[in-house]
């Protein structure tokens, strides 16, 4: 197998299986020389899940450890960073989710009892979540690690 001074995964975390980035990582350190780094960028934190295990729906809300699931793979000198500033890049992207949640929402309460309700339970978020910036669009996440000298 050929060896790099780099290897860079980039948003892979929603075809990772069962949520566990264990084999994906375990196969980056294999890629990389001693010494060398792996770079990971996940743009929705909370999108991998626990490295606790718990159930799917803990997972969801909790957010992933990247650090420790980079620890596990067997990686060292772990860095993480977050990158907060997009968030204020993306808020107009949320001002348009908010207001298309309420069109939704005024055009479906003939239908629904709670439309409004229903609107924020399918996306996840209230919309006085919205309204108060926790959104949907999280901070992205990039964790840095370094394959040990000595393998």
């Not at 159930?55 to 699931?69: F, I, P, S, T, V």
């Amino acid at each position: 197998m050929e060896k790099f001074d780099l290897v860079h995964i980039c948003t892979l975390s929603g075809g990772i299986r069962d949520a566990d980035p264990t084999p994906v990582l375990k196969t980056a350190l294999k890629m990389l020389k001693p010494g060398e780094w792996l770079r990971f960028v996940v743009d929705h934190r909370n999108r991998i899940g626990s490295f606790e295990k718990r159930g799917a729906r803990d997972q969801a809300h909790l957010g992933c450890d990247l650090e420790k699931w980079f620890e596990h793979a067997g990686f060292e000198r772990v860095l993480f960073e977050r990158l907060s500033w997009l968030k204020q890049v993306r808020k107009p992207l949320t001002d348009d989710l908010l207001m298309a949640l309420e069109e939704m929402a005024f055009n479906t309460k003939r239908c629904v009892k709670d439309a409004t309700g229903l609107w924020g339970t399918a996306w996840g978020h209230s919309l006085e979540e919205v309204a108060d910036g926790v959104t949907m669009i999280m901070d992205p996440v990039i964790c840095y690690g370094r394959k040990p000298f000595n393998e």
